[in-house]
């Protein structure tokens, strides 16, 4: 009964680990994002349209919902402070935006949506709430920058600027 239990065991990591090669070799992430796939399926349709959570097709990383300027337009700032214990807390402080995990691949909204993280340029995270532990980064300086997202994934822009902050560190 042993020998059967740790031939399933070896069965699960070594299935596993061929999995995760087959989805990496094919360009699928953990977030779902098939990268295999050319970036310019992404500005077929309008960032208005809707699409079903999870289609590729259905969120771009070039198209901009642009809303209007003014004093219910939505905000951005962020703070990043390192954490007592490990890594960095990022503060995503918002204006007339609403954080709507539920949403996400839906139908845009005026002012909801979530945030992008982002790591000298590189994304490293999709936020839905105004708190985020990063865990390390890179020693040496590094830029940490945060966008706004519409429910599509599309920037988010005021007046035709996308709504993005950023900050510095330098990390020993």
Do not use: C, Q
């Not at 945030?115 to 839905?128: D, F, I, M, S």
């Amino acid at each position: 009964m042993d020998r059967s239990l740790v031939l399933f065991a070896i069965g699960l990591i070594f299935g596993g680990g061929i999995g995760f090669v087959v989805a990496a070799g094919n360009g699928v992430t953990f977030d779902g994002h098939d990268h295999a796939t050319g970036h310019d399926v992404h500005n077929v349709l309008p960032a208005s349209t809707e699409h079903p959570a999870g289609d590729a097709a259905g969120h771009s990383h070039d198209a901009m919902v642009s809303l209007p300027a003014g004093p219910s337009a939505p905000a951005l700032d962020i703070s990043l402070e390192p954490d007592p214990v490990s890594g960095w807390n990022l503060h995503i402080l918002t204006d007339n935006f609403t954080f709507a995990p539920d949403r996400a691949g839906l139908a845009n909204a005026p002012g909801e949506g979530h945030a992008h993280v982002y790591v000298n340029g590189e994304k490293v995270a999709r936020v839905y709430g105004p708190w985020f532990h990063v865990p390390a980064l890179p020693k040496g300086e590094s830029v940490v920058e945060v966008t706004l997202n519409a429910n599509d994934h599309s920037a988010l822009a005021v007046g035709g600027k996308a709504l993005t902050a950023s900050v510095t560190v330098t990390s020993e």
